[in-house]
């Protein structure tokens, strides 16, 4: 079955065709808005996701070899993301979704968007005669990691559609510690693709900063100790500055050493959790959000999976790391499948749905 999927959660207005595990076409616009303010305002994001949302759908089935006039009749099911995210920003998706559902006779599929990052290392970016060996690759109960701006979470995969959180964040998330810690070094928002580049020139040993919950044994994650031990350092050292400013070098040298902590301290949960008695055989991995673009962190995970005898399955591209509608189609996929559709007018946000209680 096609699937026409929306998207707007956060700060990404998005739609894409997809069926099964393959994606026929994957549109977004990704605000530029927020970037003055330094983070995700909401008012600004709901504002251009009506701007945006239309021309997104109508590239989308275009994208996907459809007339333009008759590129609704092709599709099966509209996949729409529920939650979480933000509020009034989802409100877009949803509201587009449920009329274009009553308008063309469609069924509507709600997809909880992390349950999408889950899904995203299935996804297949180009179509192929291959279609469906991925999932046979994968052996359930399976693990997977979501970091993102917004999530950073161990999940156990008891099977699709059924799910356990085993870790997350107890304040700030990953990307949000990336954000803010890039902040910090005058890199700009959002941070963390730019904290990779300059951390590639840096020395990680030249500033020592704590290690999160370094005597923890417990299963979560905490970057707030850390993003504040970033800024007192450079409040030391920009005061001794004649400038007042950072040095190039230091830049480098800060940035390296505050991303190796902050990934250093997910390797080592998930390190421990896949060593933890969970009276099951975990096979593989799957990774998914925003975070997992970062080329650093993901040698690391692999080696993690090396030494644990462990598949690690990875998006195919960027695209599919950051935030899109081809995870929330393939989600949707798998849920008309089952039959699981709801009413248009009984469909609202749920801004805080976990995806534990699917
Ligand atoms: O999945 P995503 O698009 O949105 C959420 O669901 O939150 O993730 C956005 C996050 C941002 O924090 C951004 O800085 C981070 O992903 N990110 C990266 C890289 N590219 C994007 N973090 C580390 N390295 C990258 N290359
Ligand atoms: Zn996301």
């Known amino acids: 079955m096609k699937i026409l999927a929306v998207e707007t959660s956060c700060d990404e207005t998005a739609a894409a065709v997809t069926e099964d595990l393959n994606v026929l076409s994957s549109v977004k616009i990704t605000q530029e808005v927020h970037k003055a303010w330094g983070g995700v305002v909401p008012s600004l994001a709901k504002r251009d996701h009506e701007a945006n949302i239309d021309w997104v759908i109508e590239q989308a089935l275009v994208n996907a070899g459809f007339p333009i006039e008759s590129g609704m009749t092709q599709i099966g099911a509209i996949a729409v993301t529920q939650g979480p995210g933000l509020a009034i920003a989802l409100g877009v998706g949803i509201a587009k979704a449920r009329d274009l559902s009553e308008k063309y006779n469609k069924p509507l599929v709600a997809v909880n968007h992390v349950e999408g990052h889950i899904l995203s290392a ?52 990953i990307g949000e510690a990336l954000d803010k810690g890039a902040r910090a070094l005058g890199l700009g928002w959002p941070g963390g693709a730019v904290l ?49 400013k950072l040095s190039e070098e230091q830049v480098n040298d800060l940035a390296a050493a505050y991303q190796e902590r902050v990934f250093e301290h ?19 991995l799957l990774v998914g959000g925003g975070v997992a673009a970062n080329q650093s962190l993901k040698s690391k995970i692999q080696s993690v999976c090396d030494d644990q005898n462990v598949r690690l399955h990875y998006p195919e591209n960027m695209v599919l790391c950051t935030d899109n509608a081809a995870m929330i189609g393939v989600v949707g996929g798998f849920k008309a499948a089952k039959g699981e559709f709801v009413k248009p007018a009984e469909l609202d946000r749920k801004p805080r749905w976990s995806v534990e209680s699917l």
């Open 266 to 284: 997910i390797v080592r949960v998930l390190k421990r959790i896949l060593n933890d008695d969970l009276g099951l055989v975990i096979n593989d």
């Open 122 to 173: 299935l996804v297949s970016a180009e179509k192929s005669n291959t279609q469906n060996q991925k999932s046979k690759q994968v052996s359930f109960p399976c693990l997977a990691l979501v970091i993102s701006g917004g999530h950073t979470q161990i999940i156990l995969v008891k099977e699709i559609g059924k799910y356990k959180i085993l870790a997350q964040s107890l304040d700030d998330d």
């Open 196 to 244: 990779e580049e300059r951390a590639k020139l840096g020395n990680p040993k030249k500033y020592i900063l704590p290690m999160p919950m370094a005597r923890r044994t417990t299963n979560a994650f905490s970057y707030s100790g850390l993003k504040a031990a970033l800024i007192r350092v450079v409040a030391q050292l920009t005061s001794c500055a004649v400038d007042g």
